[in-house]
């Protein structure tokens, strides 16, 4: 009798630790999926601050006084400025902003923006325009404009989710 009272105590011990198993799993299993989706999103700040971070990098096309950052760079290009290397200024525009977003914004399936644009414009004309991945319906976006010597610039960034 006492035999049969120890199997059934061990039994009982034994389905629950498997219980135990089965909610362990399935708690990590929903901790990996809540924390997974926190890293997929991207926010309209972030596209924000891009903008606000890019318009500062210092570029390799100079002027006579400085070596030009892209916010100025963006105005040179409208007026044909030739950096003093003899690049127009244009093209060292969209090979340096080319560079600064393929490596700020992964894009395919496996990362969490699926595609990009951007876009800046004067009212002459579009300076530049990249596109990159998949173009959807959902995206962050952020918009920034600015004049300078009587000419404003416009700059639309878009992050496909």
């Known amino acids: 009798m006492k035999k049969i009272k120890n ?3 061990q ?3 034994v389905g629950f630790a498997v219980i135990i198993i089965i909610m362990a799993v399935i708690i990590l299993f929903f901790l990996v999926f809540y924390l997974r989706g926190e890293r997929e ?3 309209s700040y972030e596209a924000s601050s891009f903008i606000q971070a890019f318009l500062h990098y210092t570029t390799n096309c100079e002027n006579y006084w ?3 950052s892209i ?5 040179e290009c409208e007026k044909d400025f030739v950096c003093l290397d003899g690049r127009n200024s244009c093209e060292v525009l969209n090979s340096t902003l080319r560079g600064i977003v393929e490596e700020s914004w992964k894009t395919g399936e496996d990362y969490p923006v699926k595609g990009y644009e951007l876009n800046i414009t004067t009212a002459q004309k579009e300076l530049i325009y990249l596109k990159e991945g998949n173009i959807g ?3 962050h976006s ?3 404009d600015f004049v300078s010597g009587g000419i404003k610039a416009e700059i639309v960034f878009k992050a496909y989710i």
């Open 142 to 144: 952020a918009r920034q």
């Open 7 to 9: 199997k059934l105590g």
């Open 11 to 13: 039994e009982e011990i």
């Open 137 to 139: 319906a959902n995206y």
């Open 71 to 75: 916010q100025k760079l963006i105005f």
């Open 41 to 43: 999103s991207v926010e």
């Open 66 to 68: 400085e070596y030009l």
